[in-house]
């Protein structure tokens, strides 16, 4: 019987995984840093446009081999000229992503999973629940196919893991992306260019902390009161606010770059004086500055948003405290795309 093969896909494949695949065929190893170069400098995704290499070798790879990304199977542009985007995987899963220009630079900001395991109230990707992970493949991917769609350069973007999925629950497959995405064969990008942002998991965040280079670290604090946090984010049970202070402190000690407390302000919820001055006090522990984010609301979900006053009053607290603060405004709200919005409906 003639049993269906699947063949491998190359594309996502580090360094060595490669270096193992041309060893096979007889290659040397520099071959595998040809192969980088196509499919993530050049984005040619047939290897028959391999020009570095001979035709029998274009061949045999074509035989054995598979080289594919995700596509882009929908597209909606926002009113501020955000796009997010849809990208349907080999297997049918969906996932989001989005781009967002402004004068000064692109930010791509994408998913490390299908759905969600958090669960965080506030969220609505935690409504799909978890669907699956992210190979490391299907993570860069989503860069190629922005780069792709917007027509963006190399090294004219920044990244944010901010979408779908809880980076550090696939950790191992985000690596492998962080590695394609850091090296200079692979997307190049300077590790100030990316940002990790985690549910915060201390074991995770130390992990991470191993790379070099490393990515920027970013923690959705929300709140630094234990049992109002715990009300939001299931996972604050588990991974106690004096842990996770201690591993941003230890991350944000190996290099220059401050770690990011993000805290999306909720009406009445976390936006008082009282949950200003202990956020302006797990700053100082955790050696972090802070990036308030604007809630975006949905009908299925019970919060409503700060007021700008309430804001500007948690702001003046962190600063007189001495800990550096931002307000983070949203981006592609009407069509759905801004942050806790990923959730595969369209508005
Ligand atoms: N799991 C990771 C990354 C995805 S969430 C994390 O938790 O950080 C990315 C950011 O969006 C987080 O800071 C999160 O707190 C914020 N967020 C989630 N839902 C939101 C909403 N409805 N409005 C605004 N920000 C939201």
Known sequence: MNTPQVRPNLYGM??????AVFEALGEKSYRARQAT???YRQDLLDPAAWTTFSARLRRDIADRYRVERPRISERQLSDDSSVKVVLTLADGQRVEAVAMPTDER???CISSQAGCAFGCAFCMTAKLGFLRHLSAGEIVGQVAALMEETGTAHERYNIVFMGMGEPLHNLENVLGALRLLLNKLAFGLGPKRLTVSTV???????RLGQE??????????????QATREELMPSAKTFKLDAIADAMRRYGARQRDLPTIEAVMLKG?????HHAEALAKFALRAGAKVNLIEFNPT???PFEPSGEDAIRHTLRILVKA??????????GKDIAGACGQLALKTP
């Open 14 to 19: 580090g360094l060595q995984e490669l270096g």
């Open 37 to 39: 170069t196509s499919m």
């Open 106 to 108: 692109m930010t791509f």
């Open 200 to 206: 915060g998991i201390p074991e995770g965040i130390d």
């Open 212 to 225: 070099e280079p490393r990515p920027r670290l970013a923690v959705s604090i929300v709140s630094a009161d």
């Open 269 to 273: 919820i976390n936006d008082r004086r």
């Open 299 to 301: 009908p299925e979900l």
């Open 322 to 331: 001495g800990v550096g603060g931002t307000v983070r405004r949203s981006r």
